[in-house]
């Protein structure tokens, strides 16, 4: 089995309403964040602490983030709330980070599960530690087909209803950080059905081609913010949307609706730019290449080598203090020489400044501040190129 569910429990919101999603990502890499790998950590600590195991007195966790006390409480009240809806002594069955197979392509790891054998009852949650974006307990894909996959695992026990739950302790929700969604038994079958369905349009995306192919497995919405093929701005309907903007051309008379339906545009094509950029320049960094395009040392800045050296050289010259400084440091080198420029003997403003230039020459540095993607035909070298560092040697 693939270290990565093709489709996976975690995205079904996305390929669920667009089966053509699957294929318009593949071959795009993993991207993660902060709040991702913070949130990696945060269900790290929630296990070891439903399970009894140590916990690093640090709270650093294998991932390399340490969790703060934000977050410890914040997993503290979802352990709390699990523990409450667990009991023993009713023969509760509990597993923790439990792998659950549907089959090759969807499967996916189950936070917590109780299966309740007095009562039939089955108790699925899944913890989020994120702020930004609040989940819905009802209606949840992901819910649906972990459900769906541990009443399989229990095979003929016997399923009364299902409860999933949704805890998320650190984003405000008029409901609380607890959300429920109860399915019973009927309910459930019928999702099954919706969700092979969307299975098999998936499976019909990927086996299919023409010129319509976008219009018919594609599709926008709010399942778009976790789509790769979104972030990288490849997708033929952010394309549409950015050329929808670049043609947007308003007249006298214009329509005020049109014209902020346009803005609407121009924000998601806006978004949809940077996201490009950031992801292309990703690329380029990580060694592949993009045709006509290069990754070259941006263009540097002068610094000072020495900053004392030139208070004593401009001090020396009786430049008055209050000239050489800019509270709280040194001006620039910039500055500096065009202070300097009117201390120096020349006939011209131009040759005053060259005499200042040369002066403070051995003092200053060019360091370039990072990378930037730019155009083959730029003068700059490429980087990586070691033929830049060298000279060429003549017999």
Known sequence: ?????????SGAATWM?????????????????????????????????????????????????????????????????????????????????????????????????????????LLVADYKHGVGVVVEARNNWQGAIYAIMKCRQLGNRGIASVRFVIIQPRAFHSDGPVREWTIDACDLLELEGEILAGIERVREAESTEGPDWADRFLARGTHCRWCKANVASICPLVQREIEAAAAADFAPGYSPQKL??????????????????????????????????KLVAKRPTDRWRDEQAVKDLADMLGLPPEEI???PKLRSPAQMRGKLADLMDGKT?????????????????SVSSGTTLVPDDDKRAAKGDATQDFTPITD
């Open 17 to 121: 309403a667009c089966p053509g999603s699957i294929s318009m990502a593949r071959g795009l890499p993993d991207t993660s964040s902060d709040s991702s790998e913070r949130g990696t950590a945060a269900h790290e600590l929630l296990e070891l602490l439903l399970t009894g195991k140590p916990v690093p007195a640090s709270l650093k966790m294998s991932n390399g983030v340490t969790l703060s006390l934000d977050d410890v409480v914040a997993v503290e009240s979802a352990l709390d709330w699990l523990s409450d809806e667990t009991d023993e002594d009713a023969g509760d069955e509990i597993e923790t980070e439990t792998r659950l197979v549907y089959n090759d392509d969807l499967w996916g790891t189950c936070d917590f599960s109780r299966y309740r054998p007095s009562t039939k009852e």
């Open 325 to 327: 400084h800019e509270e």
């Open 349 to 365: 403003k131009k040759a005053r400044e060259d005499a200042a230039r040369q002066l403070l020459a051995e003092h200053i540095e």
């Open 260 to 293: 902020a339906e346009a803005l609407a545009i121009c924000d998601r094509a806006e978004a949809a730019i940077k996201a490009t950029r950031a992801f292309a320049y990703a690329e380029a960094d990580r060694g592949a290449h993009i045709p006509g395009w």
């Open 1 to 9: 089995m693939a270290a990565h569910a093709r489709l996976s429990p």
